[in-house]
Each structure stands twice: as C-alpha cells, then as structure tokens.
C-alpha cells in the first residue's frame, strides 16, 4: 500500500500542477495578447455623432495606413475597439477621426497599448470650415468632370507624415457647377479648377490660366504672389465668386493594344512637344483607350510605358495637332522577349545554345539573333525560340559574349550578356 502510494504520488502531483498551470497562465497569455481601446468625441463640448474612427497601429514613422477596424461614433459621440497586441514591430496604435460631411477637421490620436485593459482615448476635435462656389464650362455644356483643388496650410493628419493631410485636397463639382471643400483648419486657401474631360486648361481662382501659372501661392519670375488669396476662419463658411473656365485645348486621342489588337491597361502614354518644354502624360483604359490634353497646336512626339510584359515603345510619327482635336492613334505594342543561354567554352572557342521566350505568352519566337565577342560575331536563325552557334579564334581568358535578338513583328528586340572562361 505504501509502495503503491510512493509510485503513483508524483505522476498524480505532475498532473495537477499542469492543471493548475494551465488555469493560472492561459487566461494570462491571452490577456497579453490582445487591449481596447474606447472614447467619446466632442465637438464645441458636446458629443459627435456619425464621426468615423479608423484603428491603425503606429511604427516609429507614425501611423500604418492599412486600416486594422473601422467604427462609428453613435448619439454619445462613443467608439470602441478591441485588436491585438502581440505584434513587436509596433509602438502601439492610432486613431484617426475623419468626418466625410465636412464638420471638422480630421485629425488623430496616439496611444499605448496595455496588454489586458481598456485605454480611454477622447478627443475634443476643431471645427471645419468650408470653401463653397460653382464652375463652368466656358462653351456653357453641363459636365460632372470638373474639379477643385485647394492649396492650404500644411496640416497633417498624423504630425510625424506629410501625408495625408487633414483635409482632402480636391472636391468634384456637381454637375451644375456647384462644390464645397469641407473640413478645412483655419488658414489661407488657393485654387485651381480641373476639367478632367481634358478640353480646358487648368485656371487659379479669379487669376490667369494655370497653363502659365502656378495657383498654390508661390511667386512668378516677377516675384509676384499668384491667385487670388482666400482666407477662412476656424467653421466659418466662404462662398467664392462663380468661375468660368475660359481657356480651351486639343485633345490627342487614341487606343493601346498588343500586336494582334486585344487591348492592353494601364500603359502610360506621354506626349512631349517638339518645339516646347513639359510633357502631359494619360494612362489607357480597360478598353485601351487614352486621351492626352488640353494641348496647345504644335507638333508632338508619343511615348508609351507600359507595364511587364509590354515593351517600352516611341511612335515613329510626329502628331501634328492644329486648331482641331486629334483622334484615332493607334498605338500597337510588342511583347519583352527574355534570353537564355547555355555557354560551352573550348580551346579558343566558346559554343553558345541561346533559348528566346516571348514573355506574353511564354511561346518560342523565330527571328534572328547575333552572338559577338568583340569583332567576332556570327548570326543565324532563331527556330522554335533556339540557336546555336560556335564562335572561334577568341583569347584564352573570361570572354564576355553578348547575345542579341532581333525581335520579330510582334516580339521586341532585346539582348544580354554572358561570360565564359575559353581554354
């Protein structure tokens, strides 16, 4: 009895410290790894409801801007969180208080996180002031692609960023002209209105035309300050005279596909003037459609960068633009090509089995290439996306061979260069 007492006494000691153990430190490891946090948002001393709270965590840089939670402020201006804490990288988290309606000016708060307790984070937030007033088309057609930007104080939401601001740098005009910039910090304002259509050049407010300005404020060469200076007060409410824009441009327009037609998105076509400085730049659509303007009539060269596997490309043609809108320019892009290569080197001779892939589509391009070292080249047949050639009389030594193909009507050229150590 003693004997079976002394055998099994540990075993069933072991068992209930585990026990005990696992009570005492899960609920406190669980703890560790998650906080809260909660407040109430006022504005003028009373509770804002309808405010949007973003949870962010903050590095050393300031806050992360992907966006961890969302919530809203109910009829007691509250919000609350919960999120883990288990994350080294971080010094705890940020909230930012946006209002999409204007009322005030979005800003932030810090905190520090504490593993297993509610941290109580309130803010008392400014009030926004607004910038409100229309404008048109100077032909008088109706538009909804007309906008407003405003240059103001330099205000952070998160005052370690430069970005974002606190206050959104744009707004869309309606389509009768009407906008509002809301949500502005006290300060002096600039504008400048946009018409996205592209006919209009860009205008500073109640100023010269911005395609020979600037409308942020800053001075021209004869030191004086540009457009007209719009100052408002913390909430306060400032209706501008209406504007009309009143410079119109041309229009170069046109579609980005690949050789056999199928559109291709989001390549980067820029027009640069033969005769003049600058350079406007438009991206293709879904449909492969781009439109570049406003332009003044002159002569212009286009250039696309597209994205992988697209080959870079110039257009060969000046575009001659005179009193009236170009269209139908069709820009036709070759697919990159890729080059492999296996180097067998001898005595005074290296022996070169290239491989060509078409990075479209992964296929094995015909063509020609050109293997050189030096004054020594010989180039033959692409078949099936494979050549070989041996190249001799080369120097005993590590040789730098380059391999050059000369693309095809729907691949473009391109070439790289390899090294062999020839006996």
Request: aromatic residues 6%.
């Amino acid at each position: 009895m003693n004997v079976a007492r002394t055998v099994r006494t540990p075993s069933l000691l072991l068992g209930v410290a585990a026990l005990v153990l696992a009570g005492l430190t899960s609920p406190a490891q669980a703890a560790a790894k998650t906080g809260a946090v909660k407040g109430v948002v006022k504005l003028d001393g009373k509770p804002l409801k309808g405010v949007t709270i973003e949870l962010h965590r903050t590095g050393d840089d300031g806050f992360d801007y992907k966006t961890l939670d969302v919530d809203t402020t109910n009829s007691k201006g509250a919000y609350s969180f919960r999120f883990s804490t288990a994350d080294p990288e971080y010094t705890g988290h940020t909230i930012l208080i946006k209002d999409p309606s204007g009322r005030i000016v979005n800003t932030s708060r810090r905190f520090k996180d504490r593993p297993g307790r509610t941290v109580t984070r309130n803010a008392s937030v400014k009030p926004g002031a607004s910038i409100v007033g229309s404008v048109t088309r100077g032909d008088g057609i109706l538009t909804s692609r007309l906008r407003v930007d405003v240059f103001g104080p330099s205000d952070p939401i998160d005052h370690d960023r430069d970005e974002p601001m606190s206050y959104d740098p744009s707004a869309k005009a309606a389509r009768d002209g009407s906008f509002r910039l809301g949500g502005l910090p006290a300060g002096d304002y600039y504008l400048q209105f946009v018409d996205d259509g592209k006919t209009y050049f860009p205008q500073c407010y109640d100023s010269l035309p911005a395609a020979t300005t600037e409308c942020d404020g800053t001075f021209t060469d004869d030191e004086e300050p540009v457009g007209t200076k719009i100052t408002v007060g913390a909430g306060q409410t400032v209706t501008v005279k209406p504007q009309t824009m009143s410079t119109k441009g041309r229009r170069i327009s046109g579609t980005v596909t690949d050789t056999s037609g199928r559109p291709i998105r989001g390549a980067s076509v820029s027009a640069a003037g033969v005769s003049q400085p600058g350079q406007l730049t438009a991206d293709s659509a879904k449909s492969g459609a781009f439109t570049i303007g406003p332009v003044v009539d002159g002569s212009y060269r286009l250039a696309v960068a597209p994205h992988r596997p697209w080959a870079p490309q110039s257009v060969s043609s000046a575009i001659d633009v005179k009193g009236v809108d170009v269209s139908g320019v069709a820009i036709r892009l070759k697919s990159r090509a890729s080059i492999k290569a296996t180097l067998t080197p001898g005595k005074g001779s290296v022996t070169v089995v290239a491989g060509i892939t078409r990075s479209a589509t992964g296929s094995k391009p015909g063509g020609k290439v050109t293997i050189r070292w030096g004054s020594v080249a010989k180039t033959v047949n692409v078949v099936k996306g494979r050549a070989t050639v041996k190249l001799s009389g080369l120097p005993k030594g590590t040789r730098t061979i380059t391999v050059s193909y000369a693309g095809t009507s729907s691949t473009a050229a391109t070439s790289k260069t390899f090294r062999a150590a020839v006996k």
